[in-house]
């Protein structure tokens, strides 16, 4: 490892351009008791660009309403808070997450598509499974690769050193570790820790290539674990690295999964990835346009 | 004209025509050619077996091993080829590290292609499968050619 290189990452996490702590300030109001929906609607009044993308996430055809949703309380009555959480979150991160990612080569959007994927195929697991989902699976696999663009750089820089580790057989997030003395899970986890993120979020970001390497297992870590392993393995997202990751048997187990409940939640995961991560290609052009003013 | 097809589809090219998939993990990429007619498709199918869900298999045969393959059999024929002048080439079926056998969904999908060419009787003139590398396809359907791109590595099959 270079020297100094460590306090240069930690230093970039630092620095990183924090989001809009939005979706933390919305994740506690939806576990607040005394909340309500006018307090929800209260807070997203000042974020336009926010309430647009919920509503026409809302509108998409993955929650499959029968009609027309015009307003963000019409929203929490017909989705419930659960669904809002994730929807606000979604909106928050996407332009963060559209980049592209330089050292594992993903062009812009497709870390976007990734993520997008992967939330969907976690939720399908748990439903699939029997596990009661909440807001927080769809947040922590959405958030799940996070470090990746602070680690970027870095893994560029050192491409031909991580490459070289990996070639020996171990997985790609274990030769960042061995290379530059951390990994994307760990970065990421940093992250989100820093914005105050739920903990067992943070935990399942952190450890979602080593599932088995958490003090407790928990069924978000597995989750997220195992939708990744199979976004990848159907081409959503694959970078540089390729399959280089290796799935855990024992989270499998812990799960209760079966070859064909991962096949099944292969099958429809494409379908629900596209159709979300397109719901906010097509809304860019609204969102980022500048106001019409008619001083032209 | 290019082509480019995404996972569980599939696009035939004629001559002077490039079809192309990008991302092949554990899928399948399967790509059929008749040199005189000149017509190849390339089908990118995601899952080994359409009964894992048949009523995705009704809308998008192309998703699954079994159904698609026998679809892009069809349409080329379709278009003029004949069976004794086919060449069959296969690429991606890879696999993540380790030896999950929940995980092989490439393995299990080049083995659904197999049996199906041996059923009748046709052979794998050329594969590229396996291994934990993503893999895109450019296949040039003048000359029949097909480039396999790896990372920076490019090699004909």
């Known amino acids: 490892m270079k020297p100094g290189r460590m306090d240069k990452i930690i230093s970039d996490v630092k620095s990183f351009p924090s989001m809009s702590n939005m979706p933390v300030k919305i994740l506690k109001l939806i576990d607040d008791p005394q909340s309500s929906a006018a307090k929800i609607e209260e807070l997203l009044r000042y974020d336009p660009g926010i309430t647009a993308n919920i509503l026409k996430l809302t509108n998409s055809a993955y929650f499959g309403l029968s009609s027309r949703i015009g307003s963000v309380r019409q929203a929490i009555v017909l989705l419930g808070w659960r669904h809002l959480g994730k929807l606000v979150v979604a909106s928050c991160v996407n332009a963060i997450l559209d980049k592209p990612v330089p050292g594992y080569d993903l062009p812009a959007g497709e870390l976007w598509r990734h993520s997008i994927a992967v939330s969907v195929a976690a939720e399908l697991l748990a439903k699939e499974l029997g596990i009661s989902a909440n807001d927080e699976i769809f947040t922590a696999a959405l958030l799940h690769d996070l470090g990746k663009l602070v680690l970027a750089n870095y893994v560029r820089e050192d491409l031909q050193a991580i490459e070289t580790a990996a070639g020996e057989g171990i997985p790609f997030h274990a030769a960042e570790r061995r290379v530059l003395g951390t990994d994307h899970a760990e970065i990421g986890a940093r992250l989100l820790k820093s914005w105050s993120f739920p903990l067992s979020l943070v935990k399942a970001v952190r450890w979602h290539h080593d599932p088995d390497a958490a003090k407790e297992p928990r069924a978000i870590t597995d989750l997220v674990h195992v939708a990744n392993m199979l976004c990848l393995m159907i081409g959503i997202g694959v970078g540089r690295e390729g399959l280089r990751y290796e799935p855990s048997q024992a989270a499998a187990k812990r799960l209760g999964l079966k070859t064909r409940q991962l096949e099944f939640v292969a099958s429809q995961t494409l379908q629900w990835a596209n159709e979300l991560s397109e719901v906010f290609e097509a809304g860019q052009a609204n969102v980022g346009s500048p106001p019409a003013t008619g001083a032209e | ?157």
């Open chain 2, 1 to 157: 004209m290019r082509h480019v097809v995404q996972v569980g589809d599939m696009k035939i090219g004629i001559d002077g025509d490039v079809v192309v998939t990008h991302a092949l993990g554990s899928c399948l990429g399967f790509m059929l050619y008749d040199p005189v007619a000149r017509v190849g498709g390339l089908l990118h199918a995601m899952l080994p077996l359409s009964r894992i869900n048949p009523q995705k298999a009704e809308a998008n045969p192309y998703m699954f091993v079994d159904t698609g393959v026998v679809r892009l059999f069809n349409e080329i024929y379709n278009r003029g080829g004949k069976k004794s002048r086919l060449v069959a080439k296969a690429a991606g079926c890879g696999r993540p590290i380790g030896n999950n056998e929940m995980f092989k969904i490439g393995e299990r999908n080049y083995t659904v292609l197999k049996k199906l060419l041996w059923k009748n009787n046709i052979l794998l003139d050329a594969e590229a499968v396996g291994g934990t590398v993503s893999r895109t396809v450019h296949f040039y359907i003048s000359s029949g050619k097909i480039i396999i791109k790896t990372g920076q590595q490019e090699t004909e099959l």
